[in-house]
Every structure is written in C-alpha cells, then in structure tokens.
C-alpha cells in the first residue's frame, strides 16, 4: 500500500521560511516525478512545483519561483519543498503527490495526472 506523509508544516510570520518533508512507501520512489500542489480556503488545488524522477528537472508556478525549491533524496524515498520569503498568499494546506514517470525526466503539473496523494500539512503565514 503506497503512503505519502507530508510534515514540516506550521505557523511562521512573513518572511520567514518552512521546509516541507514528504515521505513516501509502498512504491519505487525512484520510478515516480513527485509534485506538490496547495490549496488556500475556498480555492481549487493548484500546482506548486514538480521534480522530476532523477531530480534532473524542475518546475515552478510563477508566484513561488526564485523563493521555494524542490528536491528529492531517492535513497531517502523523501521530496521536500524549502520555502523562503513566505507571504500571507502563501498560507495552504500544501500537499505531495506522486506520478508514475516513463522518463527520467517527465514532469507533469496537472493534479489528475498524478496517482497518489498525501494527506496534507497546513502552512499559515501571518502578516
């Protein structure tokens, strides 16, 4: 049974960072591009940022580019997303998921492409 649990989360004034950890079992984690979506109250899920199979290959939404990155320890079966400079846009529920790679270097960013899921962790940034 594949399981991915995300934690890191918490409360952090404006300008201050988090790094986000997202465990993974029950799968090749070496086989899968791994993601990390958000979703702020009343808002749809939406993407963060995307690492490819052999970490060759990044991608970022616009409004978190050049202050958070992804990265990934394949022996360690774990991503992480270290986010810097946060800003109250930034407060989520921010959530890792998994997606099954032909290539070691496929990205994807659409949610419904992804086939595993964690649960969740929250990120709140106050003003």
């Known amino acids: 049974q594949v399981h991915l649990v995300e934690s890191g989360g918490g409360l952090v004034q404006a300008g201050g960072s988090l790094r986000l950890s997202c465990a993974a079992s029950?799968?090749?984690?070496?086989?899968?591009?791994m993601g990390w979506f958000r979703q702020a109250p009343g808002k749809e899920r939406e993407f963060v940022a995307v690492?490819?199979?052999?970490?060759?290959?990044?991608y970022y939404t616009d409004s978190v580019k050049g202050r958070f990155t992804i990265s990934r320890d394949n022996a360690k079966n774990t991503v992480y997303l270290q986010m810097n400079s946060l800003k109250p846009e930034d407060t989520a529920v921010y959530y890792c998921?998994?997606?099954?790679?032909?290539?070691?270097?496929?990205?994807?960013?659409?949610?419904?492409?992804?086939?595993?899921w964690g649960q969740g962790t929250q990120v709140t940034v106050s003003s």
């Open positions: 690492i490819s199979r052999n970490a060759g290959r990044t």
């Open positions: 029950g799968l090749t984690f070496s086989s899968y591009a």
């Open positions: 998921a998994g997606k099954r790679a032909s290539y070691s270097t496929t990205i994807y960013y659409n949610a419904n492409e992804y086939d595993y």
